[in-house]
């Protein structure tokens, strides 16, 4: 107990060091530019505390249940040597942790008010939740047979863009978009955990080059699936007419209304739903197809345990924190009419929110330490945080300028296809898993609502065209900086 609680202790010294950035960015916006105080001041610092104790229980919950879960049911299946059953397992895993994802429903939910119900959320979800099972199955069969993951990225990232030429512009964003969230907070520490159990469990892998990769490959495919569903099922005339955005219902008065024991076993009993399909499925396969009890039980409860209050620290601290201070930054942003201080806080904040990001983080420490290659942790995620900053900055430069996002995307993507042929083949796949991971629990709410704030607020934009996209753009520029890093430090060498 006693090393429980001095790990607890560290990990909060350690998120709430992580939330630095954005403390630094959002008082120096407050009082430098705007010269003001928020109104809602006390209950923006009780929800940036209660997002500090979310991330703590959220990483000690990756720590002591679901890394070593992962790891332990990699092994399991591999003794078993059944590569379907394998694989069939991957596919339920996906499934259910993408159906369960609060991002993934969000954005749907969001797409479909906005397009007032032309666009349904649910098939939505179906969509991306089949998309990450088919990927997850296909990861496990490719890590297991050493197939080289840079042939196969390269040629997804073809495929999107070539489908992207055919696709309803309005379609676009949502659809890079929802590659973006699909790589989430409850579906990337699980497949993460496979990928390195099974580099590990099998002689002669490597974790980075053989281990990562599951989560830049379950980002390609909602990409596609969502573009051949506004091809097939939508049409090429969807989104052309104007869309007005319709608010969704504010959850945050639910929240400033009080606190009770009522209220917040409530909460969190509907956080634990969320996470029931991914329990069910690995205790339908543990104790029915692997037909052994769980390794260290008490560490996976624990771990599910700390995942639960962690997840529901972050919605409350969200809502009371990060979104209505990022609603009111955004509204004076827009009100001043200078486009400098709204790309400085585009970048700011995508920097300053991948910085505090728990799951890359979590995903990079892990990386050290089970690779055999010495990664600086520190020097990593500066290099996603930057990548981040610019990305978020030249999606905000889109949606001011009204530039088509095929074209820049197709760019950006060429450029990423080529720094995979030149980069080392052992940094690859772990570089496009960090694009992946940087769209996670805090960065998606504020950067997907700044899109559409901005894109409602501009004359001539349209919502559903323009507003989403964000997140793509903040999941690719990762993958360049990292990329680009390594390829200088391999010249060096």
Same mark, same amino acid.
């Given at each position: ?138 990861? *496990?069969?490719? %890590? =297991? @047979? ?5 042939? /196969? ?5 073809? +495929?999107?863009? !070539? &489908? ?113 399909? *991914?329990?069910? %499925? =690995? @205790? ?5 197809? /692997? ?5 260290? +039980?008490?560490? !996976? &409860? ?192």
């Amino acid at each position: 107990m006693s090393d429980l609680i001095k790990q607890f202790r560290h990990t909060f010294i350690e998120s709430s060091v992580n939330l630095i950035p954005i403390l630094l960015i959002i008082v120096g916006f407050q009082l430098f530019v705007f010269q003001s105080v928020p109104e809602n001041v006390i209950s923006i610092c009780i929800g940036f505390f209660i997002v500090i104790i979310g991330v703590t229980f959220f990483l000690m919950g990756l720590e002591i249940g679901i890394f070593p879960l992962g790891n332990n049911l990699s092994s399991e299946f591999l003794e078993r040597k059944s590569i379907f059953l394998f694989a069939l397992f991957g596919f339920a895993l996906g499934f259910s942790a993408s159906i369960a994802e609060p991002a993934i429903i969000a954005v749907a939910s969001q797409a479909g008010e906005i397009s007032k119900g032309a666009l349904d959320p649910l098939t939505l979800r179906l969509i991306i939740a089949t998309s990450v099972g088919l990927i997850t199955a296909f990861g *496990i069969v490719r %890590t =297991i @047979l050493g197939w080289n993951i840079s042939i /196969i990225i390269i040629v997804g990232y073809v +495929i999107v863009l !070539v &489908i992207t030429y055919f696709t309803p512009p309005a379609i676009i964003g949502l659809a890079y978009d929802s590659g973006g969230v699909a790589t989430n907070v409850a579906t990337v520490p699980l497949i993460v955990a496979l990928g390195i159990g099974i580099a590990s469990a099998l002689q002669g892998r490597s974790v980075l080059k053989d281990g990562f990769g599951f989560v830049a490959l379950a980002a390609i495919t909602p990409m596609i699936s969502i573009q051949l569903y506004g091809i097939f099922a939508l049409g090429s005339d969807f989104g052309t007419q104007t869309i007005e955005f319709v608010a969704a219902v504010d959850d945050e008065a639910h929240y400033q209304e009080g606190f009770t024991i009522i209220k917040v076993i409530t909460d969190l009993f509907k956080t634990f739903l969320n996470l029931v399909p *991914i329990i069910a %499925t =690995i @205790l339908i396969f543990q104790y029915l197809v /692997i037909k052994k009890p769980l390794a260290n +039980i008490s560490g !996976v &409860i624990f771990g599910f345990i700390f995942l639960v209050i962690g997840l529901y620290g972050f919605i409350v601290g969200i809502k009371l924190g990060l979104f209505p201070i990022g609603e009111s930054i955004a509204g004076n942003l827009v009100q001043m009419n200078n486009v400098f201080f709204i790309y400085l806080f585009a970048f700011l904040i995508g920097f300053g929110t991948t910085m505090a990001e728990p799951a890359l983080v979590a995903v990079i420490k892990q990386a050290d330490k089970m690779s055999s290659v010495r990664l600086n942790v520190t020097i990593i995620r500066l290099l996603v945080a930057i990548g981040v900053g610019f990305g978020i900055l030249f999606g905000a430069y889109k949606i001011v300028n009204g530039y088509n996002i095929w074209l820049l995307i197709t760019i950006l993507y060429s450029i990423v296809v080529v720094l995979t042929i030149f980069a080392p083949k052992q940094i690859v796949a772990f570089a496009f898993d960090l694009g992946g991971v940087t769209t996670s629990e805090i960065t998606v709410p504020i950067v997907t609502a700044f899109g559409i704030f901005l894109a409602t607020n501009i004359e001539g934009r349209n919502v559903l065209m323009d507003g989403f996209g964000l997140i793509a753009f903040a999941s690719v520029f990762p993958m360049i900086t990292v990329m680009s890093y390594s390829i200088i430090m391999n010249l060096k060498k």
